[in-house]
């Protein structure tokens, strides 16, 4: 009996969409929606057994392997098919998250090195600080000077704020704490379109504000918010970002899970 062909299809956008509630389905935990985003902008293939589609993956223009699914009836394939996509899509780096146990452990199969670059929390803990007084709903008329100051403070490209400020506005998901001196922080409430019972909050602190506590009580109130509206709130940060760790763990939070970065073993260069 001959083995099977395994191999890749290219311009794939309707598998990886028919493929998204399976692979939420199989996750161990919530899926952070700001990852999910960027990963959706990646480009898709469909991972083919045969002729028959066996899972799909996404690839962003920097050789990243960002999301890795198999069929449930094909995961005996699941590391030949990374093999496959490493080498057909000269694939750098894998970033896998600890929350999807298949694609985990074919990419450590593989893996030379691993390194956490996100820690993804949830919410499990009585918060340390109180919530804050005075938060009120943005409104359209705060678009542009909320635009001002999450690129003055991230560094966001004003392109993708626009319209991320304007959506956050519309679905009234956005916060705002200011003092005489204008805005203080904003804060997110975002219900999640895909996992249901499940939000994601953030936020943002003014520089000169930074150090007096206000984005743990930020935290606090979104929590308190969450949980008002059914939902269990969910966050992230970098792995680097010590001061927000320290904060989203004093709002109750507690990192169980991990986006790593994996260097596989066949790289570009390499073959």
Same mark, same amino acid.
């Given at each position: 009996?001959?083995?099977?062909?395994?191999?890749?299809?290219?311009?794939? @956008?309707?598998?990886?969409?028919?493929?998204?509630?399976?692979?939420?389905? #199989?996750?161990?935990?919530?899926? %952070? %929606?700001?990852?999910?985003?960027?990963?959706?902008?990646? *480009?898709?293939?469909?991972?083919?057994?045969? !002729?028959?589609?066996? $899972?799909?993956?996404?690839?962003?223009?920097?050789?990243?392997?960002?999301?890795?699914?198999?069929?449930?009836?094909?995961? #005996?394939?699941?590391?030949?098919?990374?093999?496959?996509?490493?080498?057909?899509?000269? =694939? *750098?780096?894998?970033?896998?998250?600890?929350? !999807?146990?298949?694609?985990?452990?074919?990419?450590? %199969?593989?893996?030379?090195?691993?390194?956490?670059?996100?820690?993804?929390?949830?919410?499990?803990?009585?918060?340390?600080?109180?919530?804050?007084?005075?938060?009120?709903?943005?409104?359209?008329?705060?678009? &542009? +000077?909320?635009? *001002?100051? #999450?690129?003055?403070?991230?560094?966001?490209?004003?392109?993708?704020?626009?319209?991320?400020?304007?959506?956050?506005? &519309?679905?009234?998901?956005?916060?705002?704490?200011?003092?005489?001196?204008?805005?203080?922080?904003?804060?997110?409430? +975002?219900? !999640?379109?895909?996992?249901?019972?499940?939000?994601?909050?953030?936020?943002?602190?003014?520089?000169?504000?930074? $150090?007096?506590?206000?984005?743990? +009580?930020?935290?606090?109130?979104?929590?308190?918010?969450?949980? &008002?509206?059914?939902? @269990?709130?969910?966050?992230?940060? &970098? =792995?680097?970002?010590?001061?927000?760790?320290?904060?989203?763990?004093?709002?109750?939070?507690?990192?169980?899970?991990?986006?790593? @970065? =994996?260097?596989?073993?066949?790289?570009?260069?390499?073959?």
């Amino acid at each position: 009996m001959q083995p099977q062909r395994l191999a890749l299809r290219a311009r794939a @956008s309707s598998v990886y969409a028919d493929h998204r509630a399976a692979y939420l389905a #199989q996750l161990v935990a919530p899926m %952070d %929606d700001m990852w999910a985003a960027f990963v959706d902008m990646a *480009e898709p293939h469909a991972l083919l057994v045969g !002729d028959r589609v066996a $899972g799909s993956c996404a690839v962003d223009a920097e050789g990243r392997l960002l999301r890795f699914y198999v069929v449930p009836r094909f995961l #005996q394939h699941s590391t030949p098919l990374l093999r496959v996509a490493l080498r057909e899509l000269a =694939v *750098e780096q894998l970033v896998v998250c600890t929350l !999807d146990p298949n694609y985990l452990s074919s990419a450590l %199969d593989l893996a030379t090195r691993v390194a956490p670059h996100t820690l993804l929390f949830a919410h499990l803990a009585e918060p340390e600080t109180p919530g804050l007084d005075g938060l009120v709903p943005a409104a359209p008329s705060d678009h &542009e +000077r909320i635009v *001002e100051f #999450q690129a003055e403070e991230v560094g966001a490209p004003r392109d993708f704020l626009e319209g991320y400020v304007g959506e956050r506005i &519309e679905r009234r998901e956005l916060l705002l704490f200011e003092d005489g001196d204008g805005l203080l922080s904003t804060g997110e409430l +975002r219900r !999640d379109p895909h996992q249901p019972g499940i939000s994601h909050v953030g936020l943002i602190v003014r520089g000169d504000a930074r $150090g007096r506590g206000i984005g743990s +009580r930020m935290l606090s109130s979104l929590v308190t918010r969450s949980r &008002e509206q059914g939902l @269990s709130p969910h966050c992230s940060t &970098e =792995v680097a970002n010590v001061a927000a760790r320290r904060a989203i763990e004093r709002a109750g939070f507690r990192a169980n899970h991990r986006l790593l @970065s =994996v260097t596989p073993a066949a790289r570009k260069g390499q073959q």
